[in-house]
């Protein structure tokens, strides 16, 4: 094992460093705040630590130090789609015309920024079959809860207030149930069949005139392609229900079928999954919802509205022979979900990465992403268990139940000893019907030979496992940490630093 | 692009798969294959990508113009540091720290972007952060919601217009119904009716925001807080310009126990409107009920200190349908850029930059308001921005500034009818004494002009 | 472990302790063991009346979540308070100091519709 380095020495909190008085000068001193408010509005102390310029950087950079990313080494974090975010993104983003651009700005003069969303709009709606997108939501949460409040919207203006009923496999993201309940809506959960899909059958058993929503991931988050989506789609609207698709899993057939083709009317984006904006930690995300043609009047407000500009010159590019403005007035509209229009800076980079691919380029993303999982598949396949082991799209799931019967060795076990290997964990125990989950997805941006290192370690973590279990129950062992002790965190809560004095918290 | 894969490469791979070719390989049933061209934008090399987006970008000329925009936006200076370190790769390119053993660092800035907002805002606990200030107040009132099983909420009419809109939207998903309270002459929230209206414990949540969407420091009566405290009613703060936070008293000061707000401020750009970093934060009783990611400090198996994702069985993942909200991302990148900003800012700098912008506003306000025409609306006490009534039409105005490369001010007609005469203005600690000058003279001419445009 | 004798049980795995019309209530050996750690019980308020079989609470492990269903109906006279300072009581003493909720029993017939300990036993074992 690698010695330990410096990294591991705990890193103290940036409020245990510094002194009062050791300021950086970004901005003049500035008089006492007496001079311009009552005392009684202004506050007894400020107790936040000075620190000089060059022990913040230093602060920052080791905790960077102590921080697995993309960049870091392979991710194959299982329905996060980890793939490359390449840095000219960042770069369009942080133009000052970009960047620092005041959302109450007038229409007139940021009709560059209503243009790029006007772009990436129109390319996604094509991309994925919709009538059109609203690229308010924040995230693919939000996006969801944005989409059934369309749908209860239009329910409403249909006069259907009795359909309260939102069906979910149970192979769905766990935002999916909580979505629907934020809404109102109560959960009816679908089993998936022996093939791991959702059955028409078992989905016609649910249906009714309470049917509000039919919430579906495809491919599934087993990574398998529902391909009785277009009769499924049949059934719900025969009722009279809509058909939402959650895009978590569109890195997998992006330019090679639409869901508005399949038969959704509501869908959403990560384009921090699919269109390489970074994931920065957690977030910030972009979760555009796309809606069919009759649900167009429901999206969210403001919308990017366009029209002709007369006085374009005519050999411009389409989009710049048009005007744009925000659009507030959608009488049906369920209102704004957000403080301002869109995650702007977002779209530039989701917009960026549109222009570097095209049409084409992007079909042959989804192509490589599902090729890369195959790959992976069969290699992995070789030394664990592929629950439902046929062609997969770009993830998929294994099982480490026979290897735990064996050993004891379980997934979080494996997980964690490809820690020590310089890989980051796949998704683990989840989707939750299969035991001792482990769900991999290597994204198009991984070489072959990087896949084939990757198997290796976990085919040698796998051999060890057989033969010495307790050498991988021990990982890892060169992280900054050892395991962690869960159960003290969160039965004793401690959530924040105190100063000096203060109560602590038990 | 960005795929690595030579021909030879997809060759070998397809054959240990045993199919084919990629065709093959991707196929979809016949009934949902593609049969449409995409109309998409052009694939561009990346110089070209490069000159594209500084095309939009030179269209975007309310960028370089003199703004006194603010109202849940706010431009202040930004260190370089900031951005040197935010944009390592590490931090960039992390995903939600699951695996907490290679996630120490994240983990250790969220505990401190934490503890920042706790030490800010005064209250016990907060959390990993929310989307922006507008989504915090909806979760925010949907805590109170829960703890209290009401389905009515207070909300004074000087709250963040935008807010308001999007905790309504929330509100309908909900069937929770929102009263407001009405706007005293002073410009602060007229609360002589709070006592009275708690009274019945009807109401889950009274909510005030401060400083107020017209600028002006708002703050729950003593007398009008104990009344809500009584009544198990939950005081919520929503502070949309969290700078204000370096000088004002804070919302545990007037009874808050729930505060929720937008830190966009502390070093995030404009950017026309995000990503944006909202904040949740509470007293202790409200621990269970708070939304999204919490970060919690503990020991690893040798009983070194260690971080990690914490009292994760709140969230969606696990509960479900039952969680306390749907949120699964937090904006932690956002964040991050607020806790280094605040890092390299300190308590000093901080009150630097609030005094600053308490200074630049007053300077503001007194030249604009010594202009025959306009007018200060309100005389409360504000903190970087305020309203001015115009005796000209304000789009007219603010059109006629536009032609002079000024962006004035947010105009109020279209959130409150009442005061369609009038708009937002707002300084900061970059608005400089030529700016102002600038504006001034600009306003004068406007203002006696016979005709505008 | 074998199921005290003296003790009623529901499927859902909590178990219930008559004495005269007070029933106190706490999950059961066999359920804390498959929750693993547990971090937080969430129960009702005294003075709460509730019903026979109806969700009045949770019981959080780390990362499992799991609903509490009460096998009388009555009235909650008093709750473990020092369960939110020692969740681990329930891990512990499953049975003796890990017991959740006191109820003042409306309808003593219910009794009949829950189960033995060997009835449990048998259920737990299929």
Redesign the interface.
Known sequence: MPPRSSDHC??P???EQ?A?????R????????E????H?????D??????S?LD??R??????????????GF?P?GS?T?????R?N?????????????????D??????L??MY?LE??LS??FGMAAFSLNP?????A??TA??IA??YFKELGQTRRDKVIVPDTA????????????FK?ISLPSDARGRVSLAEIEKVLGDDTAVCMMTNPNTLGL?E?D??RIAAAVHAVGGLMYYDGANANA?M????PG??GFDLMHLNLHKTF?I?????????GPVGVAAHLVEYL?TPVVAWQADPDADPSLAPSDRLRFRLD?DRPKS?????????????A?RA??Y???????????????A???A??L???IGEFLDIPYDE?C?HEFVASAAGLKKRTGVRALDL??AL?DRGY??PTIY?PLLVPECLMFEPT?????ETLDGFVAALREIVQTAERDPEAVLAA?VT????????T???RY?????R?RGEAL?R | ?????TQA??A???E????AS?DD??R??D?????V????????P?YQ??R??????????????T?F?G???Y?H?V?P?V???A????????????????????L?????W???I???TGM???N??V?????ALAEGA?MAINETGRTRLLVSRAV?P??R??L???C????VAIDELPIAADGGTDCSGVAAAVADKNYAAVILQSPNFFGV?D?LPKAAGQAALASETVPIAVIAEAMA??????PA?WDAQIVVG?AQSFGN?????????GFIAAT?KH??RIPG??????????G???F?L??????????????T??????????A?IA??Y???????????????N??RS?ELASAVGGIDGCELRFNG?FFNEFVVRLRRPVEEV?AAL?TRHI?GG?PLG?FYPEYADSMVMTAT?LTTTGEIASLTAALKEIMHAPALV | MAQPEHLLYTKEHEWVKLDGDIATIGITDHAQHSLGDI??V?LPKVGRHIEQFANIG?V??????SDLFTPVSGEVTEVNAELDADPAAVNRDAYGAGWFIKVKMSDPAEQKKLLSAAEYERLNAE
Not at chain 1, 354 to 368: C, D, F, P, R
Not at chain 2, 31 to 35: I, P, Q, R, S, T
Not at chain 2, 52 to 65: D, I, L, T, V, Y
Not at chain 2, 172 to 175: I, K, V
């Open positions: 705990a890193a909190l940036i409020f510094g009062l008085g050791r300021a950086n970004y901005v003049e001193s500035g008089k006492p705040l001079t311009f408010l009552p009684r509005l202004l506050r007894d400020l107790p936040l630590p000075d620190n310029e913040v950087v602060h920052f950079t080791r905790l960077s130090h102590r921080t697995f990313g993309i960049d870091t991710y974090l996060c980890m793939k490359y975010n390449p000219v960042d770069a369009m983003a942080n133009l000052p015309g970009m960047r620092d651009l005041h959302p109450w700005t007038d007139a003069l940021a009709q560059g920024a243009q790029v772009e129109r390319s094509s991309l924040s995230a693919g949460a939000h969801e809860l059934l409040l209860k919207r993201h766990g935002t999916n149930p909580a979505s629907a309940a934020m809404c109102g959960v392609f391909d989506i277009r057939l330019g090679n079928a639409r083709d399949m390489t970074p994931h920065g930690g957690g977030g910030a995300g972009h969210p507030f369920v209102g704004p979900v957000r403080s301002f229009w869109s995650n702007f800076a977002h530039v917009l960026s549109i222009y570097a691919n095209g049409a084409q380029g992007l079909t042959k993303v989804s192509q490589l599902v090729l890369n195959n790959y598949r069969v290699k062609p799209r997980a964690k820690l980051h964990a989840f198009e941006t991984e070489s072959k890892p992280t900054v940490v050892g395991r962690i002790d869960e003290r965190a969160a809560p401690n959530l924040r630093w100063p918290q | 692009m960005y795929t690595p894969h490469d997809i070998a791979m397809l240990t798969i045993g199919v990629l390989l991707i979809v049933p009934d949902v294959a593609l049969k061209p995409l109309d998409i934008v052009p694939a561009l990346e990508i490069a594209r987006f500084a095309h939009f970008a030179e269209k975007n000329s309310g960028a370089r113009a703004s925009l109202a849940g936006a431009r200076y260190p540091a951005a040197a370190l944009m390592r790769g590490e931090f960039l390119t992390a995903y939600t720290p699951y695996q907490a053993e290679v996630s120490q660092g994240y250790q800035t969220i505990y401190e934490q503890t920042y706790c030490l800010l016990d606990i907060a990993a952060s989307y922006d200030g507008a989504t949907i963040n935008n807010y809109a999007v309504q939207t929330y309908s998903g909900l069937d420091v703050t936070l370096g000088a004002l008293a804070t000061s937008e750009a404009l950017a026309y409107g995000g990503p944006y970093v202790e621990l269970r990611r919490l970060v919690g400090k503990t020991v690893d198996k040798h070194e200190p260690a990690t914490t009292l994760q069985a709140r969230e969606q993942h696990i509960r479900r349908e039952r969680a909200s749907n949120i699964c991302s937090n904006q932690a990148h956002c991050l806790t280094i605040l890092a390299l800012l300190g308590s000093t700098g901080l009150r630097d930059v609030a005094a600053l308490l200074e007053r006490p603010l536009r962006l947010v279209r600690e | 971090v937080y969430e949770v959080e492990s780390v990362k499992a979540v």
